[in-house]
């Protein structure tokens, strides 16, 4: 199965309305989800889960919102980046099916969470903020593909990271860990995706997954991005003492995870 057909499979098409309504109803969602344990390792978590949480919360309320309304802060992100790269008309004609559908993914990481926060925990929803995906004029994603194709390399290596920094902050709450895992597994897919086309395109000779703290032909100003990914040590061992393969094919098989302060660091730069 090529990746594009795997990702339609993990999110719904957001420009067709039944599909849409289908994915947003509570009732519906319900009723397909009976058995929420095996079916909830999806994208975007159908909102007709959310019921439990309130049964099966521990995690003090306030900080839950303050990881979620992180977690949307990066989405809206994304979201806003990929939008905007569409209705510029920057992407490569082949390309734009590819980048709808990521597109679609981020929104429905955004309609989750808004969700998660406002209507069930009943805290605040972060309203997305102006992004500046310049950085100052430093970059021209909108105008230039590859250059595009860059910075979207950097925002799913980003995010990716991310969701796996704040993992231990939700595990006292099953629902929302599990959404969050499955939504850091979709980032992957992007995040390999867009590597990989860089690649195909001879814009750089990276693989679909981050080797070391290698920034690749990325601008330096990415280098916080894959700062730590060079570490070997797993667990309280050195993984390239335990086998033959070497540390660069090591660090490949973990991704590091990021904290807040530095992911909001990188973030930063394009807001507006």
Known sequence: MNLLNLLDKMCPDTKNADEKEMFFSRREAFHRFGDMSK???????????LSALPKVAKADTESLIGVLNYALTLEHLEYRYYQMGIDAGVIDGADTAIFEKIRDHELAHVNFLTEVVGNVLGGDPVMEPEFDFTAGGNFSPFTDYPTFLA????????????YK????????NDVVLTAALSIHSVEARHASMVRRLRT??????IKGWITGDSIGTLPAATQAIYSGEDNVMHGGADVTQLTGIDSAAVTEGWDEPLNKDQVLGIASLFLA
């Open 39 to 49: 079916k909830v390792a999806m994208a975007a978590v159908p909102l007709g889960i």
């Open 151 to 162: 910075l979207s390399q950097a925002f799913e290596d980003t995010g990716v990271r991310a």
């Open 165 to 172: 920094g704040q993992a231990g902050n939700v595990m006292e």
């Open 200 to 205: 195909k395109k001879g814009q750089d000779s």
